[in-house]
């Protein structure tokens, strides 16, 4: 995402806790800025940044609400924290199989707050997941605790070339796989 933002003219520094996703991220584009830090706590002064962006990260950290008063801290008045998460209900269950009508089952409850363990395949990489899944409610809280408004919430579809190249991803037209949020530091 650093790489992506950056290329379209963007100011970007990037912060990652991983000194090996770093050091990757550094060989691919030096460019953007790279700092080492947790989420909790950044080191960056109090108001410095217009924009962050949360891509993929708030369900993996322990202390989301944590993560989200650092992200309002380092953010200017009227700035907007973006996120981009594994949506809650994707996270509580699972379907029965990879067919686009597969039935979608919800596994523990999802309104609690519990930690997150999946293997995934694509294109032959095998891929693990271990986070935390959050209900919506927990972010919504995290955010309002925060000082932060949401403005734009999102719970986007499989795009078209997606169900192009794989049918059976059609099973996440009934089941949202994603969730975007952008907020406003009021």
């Given at each position: ?24 991220a550094i060989e691919a584009d030096a460019d953007p800025r790279y700092v080492m ?67 979608f089952t919800l596994t523990g409850s999802y309104l609690e707050e519990r930690p ?64 975007w949020l952008r907020a406003v530091k009021a």
């Amino acid at each position: 995402m650093a790489r992506l933002l950056h290329a379209k003219g963007h100011r970007v520094v990037a912060v990652d806790a991983s000194p090996t996703l770093l050091r990757h991220a550094i060989e691919a584009d030096a460019d953007p800025r790279y700092v080492m830090a947790d989420m909790g706590a950044l080191p960056f002064a109090d108001a410095v940044f217009d924009v962050v962006v949360a891509y993929n990260s708030l369900m993996d950290v322990e202390d989301m609400p944590g993560a989200v008063a650092e992200a309002s801290r380092v953010l200017a008045l009227s700035g907007r924290l973006c996120v981009c998460v594994t949506h809650p209900v994707a996270d509580a269950g699972t379907f029965a199989d990879r067919s686009a009508d597969a039935p979608f089952t919800l596994t523990g409850s999802y309104l609690e707050e519990r930690p997150f363990e999946g293997t995934f395949e694509r294109a032959g990489l095998r891929m693990v997941f271990s986070g935390r899944a959050y209900p919506l409610e927990s972010y919504a809280r995290a955010l309002e605790d925060a000082g932060l408004l949401i403005e734009i919430l999102r719970e986007p579809a499989v795009p078209e070339e997606v169900l192009r190249r794989d049918p059976a991803e059609a099973r996440w037209a009934r089941i949202p796989n994603f969730l975007w949020l952008r907020a406003v530091k009021a």
